[in-house]
């Protein structure tokens, strides 16, 4: 029964961006993009990412991993994506944008751009994943420590990673 009711839920949104600079309208409007195609598309948004300043160009973003761990915990059977802007946002390096990808499809999930792209290797995609994940860091495994410790699922809408302002 209750695997049904994951079934018939709505797909979970997990809302990511990346910003190098201290500027804020641009990230504004690409997380009000996001947000405007999960209410199109009748998704549930569980919260936003954004990882800044130098980790925001390099694979060992804090707050994607901390996503990621949010999404494990959450999905628990349901349908769930992390959604972003255009695929810039994950990253500008191909090989580097599939490692991190690779992380979401491990968590049985799929990218999504507010475009209407994935990477599920079907329709307008990115294509299959076929990059290793990048290595585990402190702040995905700090995430699924916190998990452990509380002993239950995180409820949707809960961010574990807080957008930063």
């Not at 999960?38 to 549930?44: N, P, Q, S």
């Not at 475009?115 to 990059?131: H, I, K, P, Q, W």
Request: proline letters at 5%; a positive charge; aromatic letters at 6%.
């Amino acid at each position: 029964m209750a695997e049904e009711v994951a079934r018939n839920s709505p797909t979970l949104a997990f809302i990511y961006d990346r910003e190098a600079t201290a500027q804020t309208d641009s990230l504004n409007r690409r997380i009000a993009t996001c947000r405007a195609y999960a209410t199109k598309m009748k998704w549930e948004v569980t919260g936003q990412w954004v990882d800044r300043g130098d980790v925001a160009l390099t694979d060992r973003r804090p707050h994607w991993r901390g996503m990621v761990a949010a999404m494990e915990a959450q999905g628990q059977g349901r349908k769930f994506v992390c959604l972003v802007a255009d695929w810039g946002r994950i990253s500008h390096n191909d090989e580097e944008s599939a490692r991190l990808r690779r992380l979401v499809s491990l968590a049985g999930g799929v990218c999504v751009t507010a475009r209407g792209e994935d990477d599920s290797g079907e329709g307008a995609s990115r294509g299959r994943l076929t990059a290793p994940p990048p290595p585990p860091g402190r702040a995905f495994d700090d995430a699924s420590k916190l998990l452990r410790r509380r002993g239950h699922v995180v409820a949707p809408g809960t961010t574990l990673v807080p957008h930063e302002s």
